[in-house]
């Protein structure tokens, strides 16, 4: 363990006194060991298929609100069955023409796009992807200062941050899009875009960064 000096002032002056100071070199076991090293890469590894489950499910959720102004659209374009002079329609309907067609497609496809309930899936996608993703990143600097006593700054731990922050500040967004508002929704979508390009450009330095924790752990 090492030592630091840490002075005590008192009236008649300053008094050294030596006082352990936290460091690594076996003084955590298990915390500084292989296992604990390689719980945030695993962890991230597995968060970063499951951002892209969880943008599929929101994208699906968008297709759900958004195919109903589609239809809308098509049903201004429909023209109307013509009846008799005595108001009544023909006895033989015509065939539904290829917009009425499309309409009855876009419609099964909204009912089936609802039945999967992909909004409650997306919410709770993000939820976990909130509570394990601030989990991780956190877990992960923890970890570095266990094995090694320090941090190391540079792209890997500020793109981490980043994503980090992304998370957080795309779930804010979350009460105003509940309500219905447009550019919460697209924000919301852009930040999660961006949360992405952040998490495919670290992964080789977080690779790197996995090799060098186990060449210098040991197990457990």
Do not use: C
């Not at 609100?65 to 006895?91: C, D, F, M």
């Not at 609802?114 to 899936?121: H, L, P, T, V, W």
């Amino acid at each position: 363990m090492k030592e630091f000096a840490a002075y005590l002032h008192t009236s008649g002056g300053s008094t050294i006194v030596a006082v352990d100071a936290v460091a690594v070199d076996g003084n955590f076991g298990l915390l500084e060991g292989r296992t604990m090293a390689l719980v945030h890469p695993l962890v991230m590894a597995s968060l970063f298929l499951y951002t892209l489950y969880a943008g599929y499910l929101g994208w699906q959720w968008r297709r759900a609100r958004t195919i109903q102004t589609e239809i809308n659209e098509l049903k201004k374009q429909v023209q109307q069955v013509p009846v008799s002079p005595a108001g009544t329609p023909p006895p033989q309907p015509p065939q539904p023409s290829p917009v009425e067609l499309q309409i009855q497609q876009l419609t099964e496809e909204r009912k089936q796009l609802i039945k999967s309930q992909y909004r409650d899936k997306h919410y709770d996608a993000g939820s976990l992807l909130l509570g394990f993703g601030v989990f991780g990143s956190v877990f992960g600097a923890v970890n570095t200062w266990f094995r090694t006593g320090k941090l190391f700054p540079g792209p890997h731990l500020f793109a981490g941050a980043g994503i980090t922050v992304l998370w957080a500040a795309a779930a804010s967004l979350v009460p105003a899009m509940q309500k219905g508002n447009e550019t919460a929704r697209n924000l919301h979508i852009a930040l999660n875009s961006l949360n992405v390009i952040l998490f495919i450009w670290q992964i080789p330095t977080g690779i790197d960064i996995l090799f060098r924790a186990v060449e210098f752990t040991n197990w457990p």
